[in-house]
């Protein structure tokens, strides 16, 4: 080979050596940012029973945002602990909110809030909204809450005899559900807002950064690995090639 080839196949693998350490160094940046971003603004929970079915199947590991009550909105999938409810943490769907007239069903079986009536994509079957009729007013400052297997689920309905008719304080939402991290087959984000509830006042909430931090750690987990195999798939290639004539 020449000088001038290989003076040119030197400062190509320079080249390349910079742009794989400069992958792996950013890759390292994204990777642990979004770890650590993550595990400020989500806390995992595992949901032990089927009431949120098919949303969220029994023994799925969620990732819920922390988040304040006062963001939460109609449709939102929250993790809340309420005396009343007992001690565990439990998931459930905030279907009204203070103010809100809950009740079920309409005449072609759905939920209706403050008589307006609301399609709900996420339940199981073609049934109605709810197996047992109920009507509730939401106390101000509180949330209705129900599961999405209606048929199977203790929420507000079971408790409309107490003194917040069924509903909890705002205060005991300590996260919101954005997706499943848990096991492997259901990973992903939850599905949209239901827009069924887009009309009513308020809307609903947008969703947290869980898309954009998967993102990071995945993009970063990409470059660090494509940066940390130049060096060696380089080295195999060379040692492959056949020398040129000098």
């Known amino acids: 080979m020449s000088g001038a080839g290989r003076t040119a196949d030197a400062g190509h693998g320079r080249l390349g050596n910079v742009l794989s350490g400069l992958a792996v160094a950013v890759g390292c940046v994204l990777f642990l940012g979004?770890?650590?971003w993550g595990a400020v603004l989500y806390k995992p929970y595992t949901v032990p029973t089927d009431s949120?079915?098919?949303?969220?199947?029994?023994?799925?590991?969620?990732?819920a945002e922390r988040i304040d009550g006062g963001e939460v909105r109609r449709g939102d999938v929250v993790v809340f602990t309420d005396a009343v409810w007992g001690t565990m943490p439990m998931v459930k769907r905030v279907v009204g909110v203070?103010?809100?007239?809950?009740?079920?069903c309409d005449k072609q079986g759905r939920l209706t809030v403050n008589g307006e009536s609301v399609e709900e994509p996420y339940l199981p079957g073609k049934g109605p909204a709810s197996p047992d009729a109920f009507e509730a007013s939401v106390p101000k400052?509180?949330?209705?809450l129900l599961g999405d297997h209606r048929g199977d689920s203790?929420?507000?309905?079971?408790?409309?005899?107490?003194?917040?008719h069924g509903s909890v304080p705002r205060k005991a939402v300590n996260a919101r559900v954005d997706g499943t991290a848990w096991?492997?087959?259901?990973?992903?984000m939850l599905a949209p807002r239901p827009s069924g509830f887009e009309a009513l006042p308020g809307g609903v909430s947008r969703p947290g950064p869980l898309a954009l931090i998967t993102t990071a750690v995945t993009g970063g987990a990409v470059l660090i690995l494509g940066g940390a195999a130049y060096g060696p798939v380089v080295r195999r290639l060379g040692r492959g090639r056949v020398p040129s004539g000098v």
């Open 183 to 188: 096991p492997p087959e259901g990973f992903g």
């Open 52 to 63: 949120m079915a098919p949303t969220v199947d029994p023994g799925d590991r969620v990732l």
């Open 154 to 164: 203790v929420d507000s309905r079971g408790h409309l005899t107490d003194a917040g």
């Open 98 to 104: 203070g103010g809100d007239q809950v009740a079920c």
């Open 34 to 36: 979004g770890f650590v």
């Open 141 to 144: 400052g509180s949330l209705f």
